[in-house]
């Protein structure tokens, strides 16, 4: 992982237990104790291992087809008359987004560690088939769960994931998403943790996943930043990205941190509207909690219980978000605003009809604040907008909705 | 001494051991749990372990998944647990009970205002599920200033390690569970867990409560003899759920489960 200019170096979170402040750490039931400790050791070591970092780099150039474009909209940049967005191109990753720059990496790390089965959990199914793709090229077993309701709505990726070897187990408990896939999943690694690797696909779960998965993630932005920083010499003045668990934001903005003149915006999933209380917005209208072995905002209510999340957008569907937005939201280091599923509509024709480029209803997100940013900046500023994948697996919820049979 | 320590201790001097029985509070309906309670301790068991409801069971299987959904349609929550505790011990001072759940509820709650609620409802013990001794060296403390326990958990691949921090920051007992995997799974093996109580008793002093996988009388005096108590859930929880319609019918076979369980421990099978 060459850094070939200033990255992150004053900003140091975690801390060796995986706490971000009050946030994060290892909220899990003992069974799990060793084998996240095996993989704590495991992914320690082989952070700092040339051999491990060349083979990473090495799949992430020649599989993965890295690096990706940082392409200027100017149509777009021209059309809302304001600062310049700049689209870091995670679509034009193999599978179609960001998903695969960790499950690459955890693929690696589940190779070195001798593990023969690979599981994951899967909300749009982006993370799945990322899964399924570095579980079919090294051969090794593929079980993905995935909450009924998103197999019924994103059926093209779980057929992909078939295609591609992986066993997808439709999840029926709880409200069928992603969180109960997620609770599937840690039911199985508790019950094969010997020969199990759980590739989880955001920055949340007990420590060291959300450290490690933004790690993986962490190439968006040092490539986004080496490449704005050759273009123009100066940084950018806002960095935009949509939080569901929050992997592609994150991955975004950690490198950026540091630099205290660039706004980290996340944008959550306001689902019907944040007032309805059918949204996918923890940062924004929920409160702190424990569920899937960390600390952080959730969707609960007054008794702890997890409350149904909406979002069109299966990918934000998730009640809580990686630990590290907490912190980051809590010291005022990034700020986090939502948009509504109609907004995001917006956001997906605006980009589809102006630039040529049709993104996922996740990023479509990204893409509709931005139109509500740029407009307010200066036409000699700069916004990058991460799109973290292409809109190819929402065909059918969009030609649903416009009342097309496919 | 704690309840717990007390039932214990003389279950011990009377070589006998613990039954431990786990139901869901309010499942199938909140009324039904205090009179299953006191059944139950008619029919012979030492110590009940309360399980509270959430939305989000990742450690449980699917037969007490079900019963948290059951119960948690009925509003049952944390603090209406404690109600029901509470009025379970107006009418019964010696058996312990120990309440056994996930963490959200009391981080809503807050641990203060949790261990005081506990407190005044005479909660004997508290098991986390996904609070181990790191994250839980604050709950566990006031949990203790109260007389309260802090039950710890411990796998088949907990090291001695883990056993002496289990030992150091728990109380009560410790809970066993005899396989890797979620509650109500099939698959025990005795030999395993033969070998795994000699170096937990090598490690801690605390008296070990075995669960997970006990499903009858049989199974239930197998493993007795290796702990000093058996505890039974997902088996009275199957009972329930093949009941719906007819809840006095599933109080009563798990009566006669619990009574069948209880003859075998004594008198052996």
């Known amino acids: 992982m060459k850094q070939l200019i200033k990255m992150t170096e004053k900003y140091t979170m975690p801390d060796a237990r995986g706490h971000f402040g009050p946030y994060g750490g290892m909220f899990v039931a003992e069974t799990l104790i060793p084998p996240i400790q095996e993989l704590n050791a495991a992914y320690q070591r082989y952070l700092d291992d040339p051999d491990f970092i060349a083979e990473l780099d090495k799949d992430l150039q020649y599989y993965v087809g890295r690096p990706s474009p940082l392409y200027h909209a100017e149509r777009w940049s021209r059309e809302l008359g304001g600062a310049q967005i700049y689209l870091k191109r995670e679509d034009l990753n193999h599978t179609g987004s960001h998903k695969i720059n960790n499950t690459v990496g955890q693929a690696l790390l589940a190779k070195r560690m001798g593990k023969t089965r690979i599981i994951a959990e899967t909300g749009a199914g982006q993370h799945g088939v990322a899964t399924a793709t570095v579980a079919a090229r090294l051969g090794l077993e593929c079980v993905v769960y995935m909450g009924a309701v998103d197999v019924a709505r994103q059926s093209l990726n779980v057929y992909r994931m078939k295609l591609l070897g992986a066993t997808v187990v439709a999840v029926e408990s709880g409200s069928k998403t992603l969180k109960d896939a997620l609770n599937e999943a840690l039911r199985d690694w508790v019950t094969n943790v010997d020969n199990t690797f759980y590739i989880i696909g955001t920055v949340a779960g007990p420590h060291p996943y959300p450290a490690m998965v933004r790690d993986f993630q962490a190439i968006i932005g040092r490539e986004a930043k080496q490449q704005y920083f050759d273009a123009t010499g100066r940084l950018p003045d806002a960095l935009v990205a949509c939080v569901g668990g929050g992997s592609n934001a994150i991955g975004l903005f950690y490198p950026f941190i540091d630099a205290s003149s660039v706004k980290l915006i996340g944008v959550e999933a306001a689902g019907d509207g944040i007032a309805t209380g059918r949204h996918s917005a923890p940062l924004s209208a929920g409160r702190p909690g424990v569920l899937h072995g960390n600390r952080t905002y959730l969707m609960a209510d007054d008794d702890g219980e997890i409350i149904e999340t909406h979002s069109i957008s299966a990918g934000l569907d998730y009640p809580g978000v990686g630990p590290e937005h907490a912190w980051l939201k809590d010291t005022g280091r990034a700020q986090y605003v939502s948009i509504t599923d109609n907004e995001a509509l917006d956001g997906f024709y605006a980009l589809t009809r102006m630039e040529g480029i049709i993104p996922a209803l996740e990023s479509s997100h990204a893409m509709a604040y931005a139109m509500k940013l740029a407009p307010t900046m200066r036409q000699d500023q700069t916004l990058i907008i991460n799109l973290s994948g292409r809109g190819d697996k929402d065909m059918q919820t969009m030609a649903k909705r416009e009342g097309i049979e496919l | ?269």
């Open chain 2, 1 to 269: 001494m704690s309840r717990l320590a007390n039932t214990f201790e003389a279950l011990n001097q009377a070589g006998r051991k613990a039954l431990v029985p786990f139901i869901t509070v309010g499942d199938p309906y909140p009324e039904f749990t205090v009179p299953m309670m006191h059944a139950m301790v008619e029919a012979g068991v030492d110590v009940i372990e309360l399980g509270v409801p959430f939305s989000d069971p990742m450690a449980d299987g699917p037969v007490i998944q079900r019963a948290s959904e059951r119960a948690l349609a009925h509003k049952m929550s944390l603090r209406r647990t404690l109600g029901v505790a509470m009025e379970f011990r107006r009418t019964n001072q010696h058996t312990p009970v120990v309440l056994m759940g996930y963490l959200n509820p009391i981080e809503a709650m807050g641990y203060e205002e949790f261990a005081n609620a506990a407190a005044r409802a005479e909660i004997d013990g508290v098991l986390t599920v996904d609070l181990p001794p790191e994250e839980g060296e604050h709950c566990a403390a006031l949990l203790k200033a109260r007389d309260i326990d802090p039950i710890f958990l411990l796998a088949p691949n907990s090291s001695a390690e883990r056993i002496q921090k289990m030992d150091a920051v728990g109380s009560g007992y410790l809970y066993y569970v005899s396989l890797k995997g979620v509650t109500g799974a099939g698959h025990l093996d005795i030999d395993n867990v033969k070998a795994k109580l000699e170096q937990l008793r090598a490690n801690t002093r605390l008296p070990v409560a075995i669960g997970f996988g006990v499903k009858d009388a049989i199974t239930a005096k197998t493993i007795a003899d290796l702990g000093d108590g058996v505890v039974v859930g997902s088996a009275l929880i199957s009972k329930i759920e093949a009941n719906l319609d007819n809840p006095e019918q599933a109080k009563q076979e798990i009566i006669e489960l619990l009574a069948a369980m209880r003859h075998a421990m004594d008198n052996g099978v």
